[in-house]
């Protein structure tokens, strides 16, 4: 089993960049695919990014694609999710998760284990 936790959400302004980072521990983080995940007041949770055991695969939303760069350590058991050019839209709580089973793939039900979750917003 892996415990995933995010930190790095808060408030910004449009335009402006957030780095989230989500730290897994209990199992080799290596052996784990992980994706991002955001869900705003009244929406449905909504793929955001993936990326596989290794890092050479990186899937993207239409709509961050271009702004959010996901990456990972795997020597420090730790995802992130850098955020640029953020707009109000982008306002959601994100939640990084994992899955050794199917890769990086952009459903939710494709991941077994999930963080708690941290706010974004995007407001002037």
């Known amino acids: 089993q892996v415990h995933m936790v995010e930190s790095g959400g808060g408030l910004v302004q449009p335009g402006g960049s957030l780095r989230l980072s989500c730290a897994a521990s209990?199992?080799?983080?290596?052996?784990?695919?992980m994706g991002w995940f955001r869900q705003a007041p009244g929406k449905e949770r909504e793929f955001v990014a993936a990326?596989?055991?290794?890092?050479?695969?990186?899937n993207y939303a239409d709509s961050v694609k271009g702004r959010f760069t996901i990456s990972r350590d795997n020597a420090k058991n730790t995802g992130y999710l850098q955020m640029n050019s953020l707009k109000p839209e982008d306002t959601a709580i994100y939640y990084c998760?994992?899955?050794?089973?199917?890769?990086?793939?952009?459903?939710?039900?494709?991941?077994?284990?999930w963080g708690q979750g941290t706010q974004v917003t995007v407001s002037s």
């Open positions: 209990g199992r080799t983080f290596s052996e784990y695919a």
């Open positions: 990326i596989s055991r290794t890092g050479v695969i990186r």
């Open positions: 998760a994992a899955n050794s089973r199917v890769g990086a793939v952009k459903v939710p039900s494709g991941y077994d284990y």
